[in-house]
């Protein structure tokens, strides 16, 4: 009876887990059509719309984010079309691999705990990708570390050369997140050299041999990008991006006295990852009693805390949302949990004397659903909301955009364009802009923000850069040369529509006064048409396709 149960029970678990990823996928997928952010989500899409169009980052166009992101979205753009819910798919794919992977890691150092397993899976599934929804550069990063740190919990077991094979394939997956984003795949670097070393501790010539291995992974990976970089693109535009504008990026944000202290007390993201990390030191308080190796033990107990300095650096190093800066929360907490529930059980705890089997049973399933519960319904509301972009507890979903590209996004009301200034943009004027530029059928310029337009309108994208911000596109002494490029690239791309946008997210609306060769030429051949909502309509004098009697507000109208 004993041996049919654990049979049964084995062959459930693997559905239960693949069921997760399911979910993982199918969440992201409806969460992620929940709302346009027409800043970060154009940025992912203009990118990749210019690589499906053949443009080579670097070479035609510039950015300070890397690459491969692109290449993913541009890929999934030639397999599912060129549409905002591409951008879904690819996150709800990650999302669902990336559940897989967390699941795998803590059966391979917790094997006797399935139950654990499958809630890490289920924290991963609401908390790795959903609470940005769409494919984003760090996600992206995030993605390819923890790919890379299964490859090296495999290599702990596996044999010499195999190991080997498998320490710099991680190595080379740590590059690949490093083209996916810079501070995210640069800053895991310390845990996955943790992770190779510290079943070596006492052998100092193995775990240098095995960060070497990583290592040259990871210098494959810039090889092949080197020469792909000498022979299609650009190395000095990869140089300037890359490096010159990341370090001033960086230096705007970092200072050290506070870095080192908000590191010291995990500050930004302590109040998601505490109630883990007291169970951790919990257990290894305890750790006398575990049933689990002490092989197994290190590499949990430098899993967790890697992966909470991590997270936490990130956030502090970055703008985003706390929300957005905590993928590793579902390993975090199915580790911990999962060496405290050896700890106890191997104390007899679980068996405790004066409860009967039905009471203690309920007292398990109460405390489980305050200690994982509380995590999982934050991260599904977080992201069932859209915390993590511009919308708040008081935005609603419920119509989708009339929008070809976008039919399946429900409008956010109120979409802000500044939430800082209250500027918004209504779903009939984003609407009726689109139905009017589908009309026209001419190419067109954004300023700054919303450039996915040009791939929903099959336009080209007229000019060098992704979005226009001082020292994320181009550094303040650049502006004048920027000037210049622009206009040159809008009249060589024939360019008869200008949408100039009155209030946007970073306020970059106000570069134009500082570009006088743009603002010049668009008084000069250009007049100014009409208004949808936010953006204004500047169209070419002359211009034939359109008349008055076309939708949209006079913009000389009160």
């Known amino acids: ?69 692109f290449f993913i979205q541009s890929l999934v753009f030639l397999i599912a079309g060129v549409d905002f819910s591409a951008m879904v798919l690819s996150a709800a794919v990650l999302n669902a691999v ?23 899976g289920l924290l991963t599934a609401v908390w790795f990708q959903a609470p ?6 760090e996600q992206t990063a995030f993605f390819f570390n923890l790919l890379a740190l299964v490859l090296l919990v495999k290599a702990v077991w596996a044999e010499d050369y195999a190991a080997v094979m498998l320490r710099i394939a991680a190595g080379f997956l740590i590059g690949i997140a490093m083209l996916s984003k810079q501070n995210a795949g640069v800053e895991f670097l310390p845990v996955v050299f943790g992770v190779v070393a510290i079943p070596h501790l006492s052998q100092l010539r193995k775990a240098v041999s095995r960060t070497f291995q990583i290592s040259a992974g ?21 140089w300037h991006c890359y490096v010159v504008l990341t370090r001033q990026i960086g230096a705007d944000r970092i200072r050290l006295g506070t870095t080192l202290l908000a590191m010291a007390v995990l500050a930004p993201t302590l109040p998601y990852i505490v109630v883990a990390l007291v169970a951790l ?16 033990r290190r590499l949990i107990v430098w899993i967790v805390l890697g992966c909470a300095f991590f997270q936490n650096l990130f956030k502090f190093h970055t703008d985003n949302e706390v929300q957005n800066s905590l993928p590793y929360l579902g390993l975090i907490y199915g580790l911990s949990f999962g060496l405290l529930a050896d ?16 009471s203690r049973r309920g007292l398990y399933l109460v405390l489980g659903a305050l200690l994982f519960g509380t995590p999982l319904y934050i ?35 109120p979409t802000f364009i500044n939430d800082r200034t209250g500027t918004t943009l209504s779903r009939k004027d984003f609407e009726d802009l689109n139905a009017w530029l589908a009309a026209t059928g001419s190419n067109f310029f954004v300023f700054p923000d919303s450039t996915m337009l040009y791939g929903l309108h099959r336009r080209v994208s007229p000019q060098p850069w992704l979005y226009f911000s001082i020292g994320h596109s181009f550094l303040a002494g650049e502006l004048p040369r920027v000037d210049s490029v622009v206009v040159e690239s809008l009249r060589r791309n024939d360019v008869r529509v200008i949408l100039l946008e009155k209030d946007s997210w970073l306020g970059n609306q106000k570069l134009l006064d500082y570009m006088p060769e743009l603002r010049t030429w668009i008084h000069n051949d250009f007049e100014r048409f009409k208004d949808f909502g936010v953006f204004e309509v500047w169209t070419s004098r002359g211009f034939p396709f359109v008349t008055k ?8 109208s009160p």
């Open 1 to 69: 009876m004993t041996r049919t149960l654990s049979n049964k029970l084995f062959k459930f678990w693997p559905w239960a887990y693949f069921a997760t990823a399911g979910f993982a996928g199918i969440f992201v997928w409806v969460v992620g059509h929940r709302g346009v952010y027409l800043l970060d989500q154009s940025i992912m899409f203009d990118g990749a719309w210019r690589v499906f169009q053949g443009q080579v980052v670097y070479r035609d166009f510039y950015t300070a984010f890397p690459p491969v992101p």
């Open 98 to 120: 990336a559940t897989l992977c967390v699941i795998w890691l803590v059966c391979r150092l917790l094997p006797a705990q399935p139950v654990i397993a499958w809630i890490a």
């Open 132 to 137: 940005f929804g769409t494919l984003w550069f």
């Open 218 to 238: 990871l210098l494959l990976a810039f090889g092949i990008f080197g020469v792909w970089l000498w022979m299609f693109s650009s190395p000095a535009g990869f």
């Open 281 to 296: 030191f919990a257990a290894l308080e305890r750790s006398a009693a575990s049933s689990v190796p002490a092989p197994n």
């Open 343 to 358: 700890v106890l059980r191997s104390r007899g705890v679980f068996q405790y004397p004066r409860l009967g089997s039905l």
């Open 379 to 413: 991260g599904c509301l977080n992201s069932w909301q859209r915390r993590g972009e511009q919308f708040d507890a008081n935005s609603r979903f419920v119509t989708p955009a009339q929008v070809p590209g976008m039919s399946r996004v429900k409008w956010g009301e």
């Open 549 to 556: 009697g076309d939708e949209g507000s006079d913009p000389s």
